[in-house]
């Protein structure tokens, strides 16, 4: 990874950060330490502790986050124009900003493919360019925004290009729990210009080893078993990003033509066609889940259930739902947010079709 400086954002100096498939990490990613989980007991009522439940749930008590988050917008529709009078990262301010992530290219082109083109079937706009940005309500240590290219006005709507950073920012951290998110419009998402989620989660989580069953073994798209929030996810090894990307934003264009919404969680995990999990993390689940669409502002201290939720990390706003609710009330929470199981499974045939024709 190389280090430089750029002047690329209102004027103001930020540094830039080049870096090449030669910067992954791929092998031996392992958890350096396991804890007990506690079954069937409601959650701790400590300030800032965390509790593993039955199904590894990590549930967290984040007041700050409720009281100093930017306003979230009032979200109407999945596919909302940009509308520059609201907030958007244009009116960031330039400290928020740490630096800006750059894909050297390669004669190959990006994640050796040999055609480096990565265009969305939805409107959007090729960017090689991604600010990394403090989120200034984080969830947890080290959250950040990924952000490509602000002045480009991008809506809440995932590119390949961003998931394939996305990928590739897991790959180039050594931490087993950096993780990386995305919440469409009526999934939670609270600004409507392109972004990512990024944050380290120094907790193992169910979502890397829960078992599957394959749906299209040929791609590595896979449907979540015995998990609280079904939902399907790719799996890959770091050698076929590109072609990966590509196929995570065919799903999530199925979605947005069809006004679903969404959320996706990026993970380093367990490899589905191996029996068992080892506690090394050798590859990258990326899971998506279809759900409940949810308009209008979101209630600032509710336990809105996003990607962290749906994943398994609970972060509560209110201390009275930290100290009431249990893991039974939180799967029922999740669940009334998920589509039913005939939808789920209708819809899982849908993907099937799409994903192979």
């Known amino acids: 990874m190389e280090l430089k400086h750029s002047a690329s954002f209102n004027g103001a100096i930020i540094k830039e950060y080049r870096y090449t498939e030669e910067d992954y990490i791929v092998p031996g990613i392992t958890w350096r330490r396991r804890r007990q989980y506690v079954e069937d007991k409601p959650f701790l009522s400590d300030f800032d502790t965390t509790l ?6 990590v549930a967290q008590l984040n007041v700050k986050r409720g009281v100093e988050r930017r306003k979230p917008q009032d979200i109407k529709s999945i596919q909302e124009k940009f509308n520059p009078s609201q907030f958007n990262f244009n009116k960031m301010k330039h400290d928020e900003i740490l630096f800006q992530m750059v894909r050297s290219p390669t004669e190959e082109g990006a994640s050796g493919d040999s055609n480096p083109s990565h265009v969305s079937a939805l409107p959007g706009s090729r960017h090689n360019r991604t600010l990394v940005v403090i989120n200034v309500s984080p969830l947890e240590f ?5 952000i490509p290219e602000p002045s480009l006005c991008l809506t809440q709507i995932l590119t390949p290009d961003l998931a394939l950073l996305g990928v590739e920012s897991i ?3 050594g931490h087993p729990g950096f993780r990386v998110g995305f919440n469409s419009l009526g999934g939670f998402a609270s600004v409507n210009h392109l972004h990512l989620h990024g944050y380290y989660l120094d907790e193992e989580l169910l979502i890397e080893s829960a078992p599957s069953k394959p749906l299209c073994p040929h791609i590595n798209f896979h449907q979540l078993t015995h ?5 399907f996810f790719f ?6 990003m590109t072609s990966v990307s590509r196929r995570i934003c065919r799903v999530t264009d199925y979605f947005v033509t069809r006004n679903i919404a969404h959320n996706l969680f990026m993970t380093r995990g367990c490899d589905p066609a191996k029996s068992g999990c080892l506690e090394s993390r050798e590859g990258i689940r990326v ?3 279809a759900r409940q669409s949810c308009f209008g502002a979101k209630e600032e201290s509710a336990f809105n259930v996003a990607l962290c939720e749906l994943a398994g ?12 609710l249990t893991e039974e009330s939180v799967i029922s929470i999740v669940k009334g947010h998920l589509f039913s199981d005939d939808d789920f499974n209708r819809l899982s045939l849908e993907l099937v079709e799409h994903l192979t024709h």
């Open 287 to 289: 899971v998506i889940w």
């Open 227 to 231: 998990f609280p929030a079904p939902g």
């Open 171 to 173: 790959l180039l951290s």
């Open 313 to 324: 990390h609970l972060p509560f706003k209110s201390e009275e739902d930290f100290n009431t």
């Open 142 to 146: 080290g959250h950040v925004l990924f």
């Open 52 to 57: 593993q439940s039955s199904v590894k749930y």
């Open 235 to 240: 799996y890959t090894d770091g050698k076929d």
